[in-house]
């Protein structure tokens, strides 16, 4: 049994467990059962309260003795006793049922619209009466004063099938194309009919004719609703004889009184979804509306969600058993749901068990889901050693860290620090001693944690009270007395690091303001040693000289402190670097391995020559010097070559065996030429 808590209210999810196939045999099934503890736990309500595929309607017998279920593959229809737990009959049948009606007390007198157009007739033996209407049925609804089965489908006609007489009457005409779903009041038997095109026809039985129209699509659009495409009606209930709740296909309710065209309330359920069911729980003053994703209960009078169930899959149909606590869904699935709320009201007569086993769940403090599993961050992982099993099923990730086993945690955490058991249960015994000392006599006194912090949190509230006037309350809170910021003068982990550069970068006036508050309260004592304080009034917004000057000179000291400590700072910070520098600085030495010989391992440098240019182009082999006598520019020539690297010469002799080599490959084409010449002069 799953247990959700949605807006304080607790639901009981009974169906939720495992369950046995049906392929199963009889002794395989009772060895499961005495093995398996899942199957032990589970709660099964009603034995085999399930469908092959899918289950589509749900309904109880107006005695709530049996409970009949509609549903596929193969069309089928199971009646449930209640009074044994356990499935009464089952009947298949030839097409799908639409909607199904329980004409008598129990389940002797049924009628289904089935999706071939066909209306069976059900006695107690099966089948009693099969006939076909000339449309397909979307909905019907039984007249008890009359005898009258109304039938609504793809057409503007209501028909009326007359059980007395055993014929069609004539038909209701609409002015609708077609008719989504009908219903009739239970007090004044008022026909309500919704339409494709969102109105909601009245028709009196009596005289046989329409007395009312409501315009259910124009008035679902409001500011507080989100309409998508046009809204026609999908379902119908009427609570009393003058309140009706209308669903639409866009996923609005409707709140009417028949008296007016104006709705009470209307409530969006924000899926866009179809309305499928719409329900009432007197007792409690609430509706119940459905659609393919929610069953959502919300007051009648204000809208206010009470609670909302949202199963895996979707919804076809819900059950609100009257003056009880128990809801019944045929859901997309085998499995029919059935849910428990003890805020709506008790168990049902057959199933009284619930209460006492709701009210013991409630004793019995449950652990949650994650008791079992501790979140660790990265740098934890670390710390305890276990970062090799990041990737492996013993972690799971999850947003920035991993949800790990508690056992394989404490394992690890006790060989990681052997000693973390003896300080935590030095700090429970310190705790439960200071929980003792709450009871006796106390001296107000700074804590033993960030004293300096708590210290000046009192003189302030001390000034604040002094230059407050009686008539203003006190501005903020008091961290000191804010239980949010206990931890801070408790716990030695948040104890202010008053010698750290962040600190100190921070407030670099700390010991400034320190020594002023000493040298004041100091004075202030010595003063109040000998004198008693006068309190003088002075005109409001005019201070006094002195107090001016002193000011300044709080000024002037304030700046020359925030100097000297930026000062101070700068020259830590060049000196940590001079440290490292220093360090990396010293000599290191080496020795000559074995066998092996010194070598400089630098190539050494050429020097230029202090010779002149012409002693030293006389020594370079590429330079040569010619004359020319004559010349009106000069008798001397300089040819030189240009030093090239040795990769700039290996390059060059490779690029000309290149060429030499393209040279013997190559073919001239005068051969060409020649034979052309010749086949011209032929």
Same mark, same amino acid.
């Given at each position: 049994?799953?247990?959700?808590?949605?807006?304080?209210?607790?639901?009981?999810?009974?169906?939720?467990?495992?369950?046995?196939?049906?392929?199963?045999?009889?002794?395989?099934?009772?060895?499961?059962?005495?093995?398996?503890?899942?199957?032990?736990?589970?709660?099964?309500?009603?034995?085999?309260?399930?469908?092959?595929?899918?289950?589509?309607?749900?309904?109880?017998?107006?005695?709530?003795?049996?409970?009949?279920?509609?549903?596929?593959?193969?069309?089928?229809?199971?009646?449930?006793?209640?009074?044994?737990?356990?499935?009464?009959?089952?009947?298949?049948?030839?097409?799908?049922?639409?909607?199904?009606?329980?004409?008598?007390?129990?389940?002797?007198?049924?009628?289904?619209?089935?999706?071939?157009?066909?209306?069976?007739?059900?006695?107690?033996?099966?089948?009693?009466?099969?006939?076909?209407?000339?449309?397909?049925?979307?909905?019907?609804?039984?007249?008890?004063?009359?005898?009258?089965?109304?039938?609504?489908?793809?057409?503007?006609?209501?028909?009326?099938?007359?059980?007395?007489?055993?014929?069609?009457?004539?038909?209701?005409?609409?002015?609708?194309?077609?008719?989504?779903?009908?219903?009739?009041?239970?007090?004044?038997?008022?026909?309500?009919?919704?339409?494709?095109?969102?109105?909601?026809?009245?028709?009196?039985?009596?005289?046989?004719?329409?007395?009312?129209?409501?315009?259910?699509?124009?008035?679902?659009?409001?500011?507080?609703?989100?309409?998508?495409?046009?809204?026609?009606?999908?379902?119908?209930?009427?609570?009393?004889?003058?309140?009706?709740?209308?669903?639409?296909?866009?996923?609005?309710?409707?709140?009417?009184?028949?008296?007016?065209?104006?709705?009470?309330?209307?409530?969006?359920?924000?899926?866009?979804?179809?309305?499928?069911?719409?329900?009432?729980?007197?007792?409690?003053?609430?509706?119940?509306?459905?659609?393919?994703?929610?069953?959502?209960?919300?007051?009648?009078?204000?809208?206010?969600?009470?609670?909302?169930?949202?199963?895996?899959?979707?919804?076809?149909?819900?059950?609100?058993?009257?003056?009880?606590?128990?809801?019944?869904?045929?859901?997309?699935?085998?499995?029919?749901?059935?849910?428990?709320?003890?805020?709506?009201?008790?168990?049902?007569?057959?199933?009284?068990?619930?209460?006492?086993?709701?009210?013991?769940?409630?004793?019995?403090?449950?652990?949650?889901?994650?008791?079992?599993?501790?979140?660790?961050?990265?740098?934890?992982?670390?710390?305890?050693?276990?970062?090799?099993?990041?990737?492996?099923?013993?972690?799971?990730?999850?947003?920035?860290?991993?949800?790990?086993?508690?056992?394989?945690?404490?394992?690890?955490?006790?060989?990681?620090?052997?000693?973390?058991?003896?300080?935590?249960?030095?700090?429970?015994?310190?705790?439960?001693?200071?929980?003792?000392?709450?009871?006796?006599?106390?001296?107000?006194?700074?804590?033993?944690?960030?004293?300096?912090?708590?210290?000046?949190?009192?003189?302030? $509230?001390?000034?604040?009270?002094?230059?407050?006037?009686?008539?203003?309350?006190?501005?903020?809170?008091?961290?000191?007395?804010?239980?949010?910021?206990?931890?801070?003068?408790?716990?030695?982990?948040?104890?202010?690091?008053?010698?750290?550069?962040?600190?100190?970068?921070?407030?670099?006036?700390?010991?400034?303001?320190?020594?002023?508050?000493?040298?004041?309260?100091?004075?202030?004592?010595?003063?109040?040693?000998?004198?008693?304080?006068?309190?003088?009034?002075?005109? $409001?917004?005019?201070?006094?000289?002195?107090?001016?000057?002193?000011?300044?000179?709080?000024?002037?000291?304030?700046?020359?402190?925030?100097?000297?400590?930026?000062?101070?700072?700068?020259?830590?910070?060049?000196?940590?670097?001079?440290?490292?520098?220093?360090?990396?600085?010293?000599?290191?030495?080496?020795?000559?391995?074995?066998?092996?010989?010194?070598?400089?391992?630098?190539?050494?440098?050429?020097?230029?020559?202090?010779?002149?240019?012409?002693?030293?182009?006389?020594?370079?082999?590429?330079?040569?010097?010619?004359?020319?006598?004559?010349?009106?520019?000069?008798?001397?020539?300089?040819?030189?070559?240009?030093?090239?690297?040795?990769?700039?010469?290996?390059?060059?002799?490779?690029?000309?065996?290149?060429?030499?080599?393209?040279?013997?490959?190559?073919?001239?084409?005068?051969?060409?030429?020649?034979?052309?010449?010749?086949?011209?002069?032929?």
């Amino acid at each position: 049994m799953q247990v959700s808590q949605a807006n304080n209210v607790k639901v009981y999810n009974l169906s939720q467990g495992k369950t046995l196939p049906e392929w199963l045999s009889d002794r395989r099934k009772r060895a499961l059962q005495k093995s398996d503890t899942d199957l032990q736990r589970r709660i099964q309500l009603i034995q085999d309260f399930d469908m092959p595929t899918v289950a589509t309607n749900i309904k109880v017998s107006p005695d709530g003795q049996y409970i009949l279920v509609a549903g596929v593959y193969k069309p089928r229809v199971k009646c449930y006793d209640v009074s044994q737990l356990s499935m009464k009959f089952e009947r298949c049948l030839d097409s799908e049922v639409v909607k199904f009606h329980i004409l008598s007390e129990d389940y002797s007198k049924m009628v289904f619209l089935q999706a071939d157009r066909y209306i069976e007739f059900h006695a107690k033996y099966g089948r009693y009466h099969r006939l076909r209407i000339p449309k397909f049925g979307r909905d019907m609804a039984y007249h008890s004063p009359s005898c009258d089965l109304y039938l609504v489908g793809t057409s503007p006609e209501i028909y009326r099938l007359n059980l007395e007489q055993g014929q069609f009457l004539s038909p209701f005409v609409t002015d609708s194309i077609a008719i989504n779903a009908c219903s009739v009041n239970p007090v004044h038997h008022l026909l309500a009919a919704g339409t494709i095109e969102g109105r909601v026809e009245c028709w009196d039985p009596r005289v046989r004719r329409k007395v009312g129209v409501l315009d259910c699509a124009l008035s679902s659009i409001t500011s507080a609703t989100d309409v998508q495409g046009m809204p026609s009606v999908s379902s119908l209930k009427f609570k009393d004889g003058l309140h009706m709740a209308v669903g639409t296909s866009t996923g609005q309710v409707l709140m009417y009184d028949i008296r007016s065209d104006r709705p009470l309330l209307v409530k969006d359920h924000h899926y866009g979804l179809p309305i499928t069911m719409v329900d009432f729980h007197s007792q409690q003053g609430l509706v119940v509306s459905s659609d393919a994703k929610a069953v959502k209960l919300w007051n009648m009078q204000t809208g206010e969600m009470f609670t909302s169930l949202a199963p895996e899959s979707d919804i076809n149909d819900v059950f609100m058993i009257p003056d009880t606590g128990l809801l019944l869904m045929a859901n997309e699935t085998p499995k029919m749901g059935a849910y428990f709320i003890p805020s709506l009201g008790p168990a049902p007569r057959w199933c009284s068990f619930l209460d006492s086993l709701t009210e013991e769940l409630e004793e019995s403090s449950s652990s949650a889901v994650y008791d079992d599993y501790k979140f660790v961050t990265k740098a934890e992982l670390e710390n305890l050693g276990l970062n090799h099993l990041i990737g492996s099923g013993l972690l799971r990730a999850y947003m920035h860290g991993y949800f790990m086993d508690i056992r394989l945690y404490h394992k690890a955490k006790s060989i990681a620090d052997p000693f973390a058991y003896e300080q935590y249960r030095k700090d429970k015994i310190k705790e439960k001693i200071e929980a003792a000392r709450v009871n006796r006599v106390q001296i107000k006194k700074l804590p033993k944690v960030n004293a300096a912090l708590a210290g000046r949190l009192q003189e302030q $509230e001390q000034e604040e009270k002094q230059t407050r006037k009686p008539d203003e309350s006190a501005d903020g809170t008091n961290l000191l007395k804010d239980d949010r910021f206990a931890a801070l003068f408790k716990n030695p982990a948040f104890q202010v690091d008053q010698e750290s550069e962040e600190y100190r970068t921070l407030h670099p006036l700390v010991s400034k303001q320190q020594k002023q508050r000493e040298k004041k309260l100091a004075k202030q004592q010595a003063i109040l040693q000998q004198f008693e304080q006068l309190q003088q009034e002075e005109p $409001e917004g005019k201070p006094s000289d002195e107090e001016e000057s002193s000011s300044d000179e709080e000024d002037q000291s304030w700046r020359d402190e925030l100097r000297e400590q930026h000062r101070q700072l700068r020259e830590e910070q060049k000196s940590q670097p001079i440290e490292r520098s220093q360090s990396r600085s010293r000599p290191r030495f080496y020795e000559l391995k074995a066998g092996e010989e010194f070598s400089a391992t630098k190539t050494p440098v050429k020097r230029k020559s202090n010779a002149s240019l012409g002693e030293r182009v006389a020594k370079e082999d590429s330079v040569t010097v010619s004359r020319t006598p004559g010349e009106s520019f000069g008798s001397k020539q300089l040819t030189f070559k240009l030093q090239k690297s040795e990769k700039e010469q290996r390059f060059q002799r490779l690029n000309a065996e290149h060429h030499k080599e393209r040279r013997k490959l190559r073919r001239s084409a005068g051969e060409l030429r020649g034979k052309a010449q010749g086949k011209s002069t032929l």
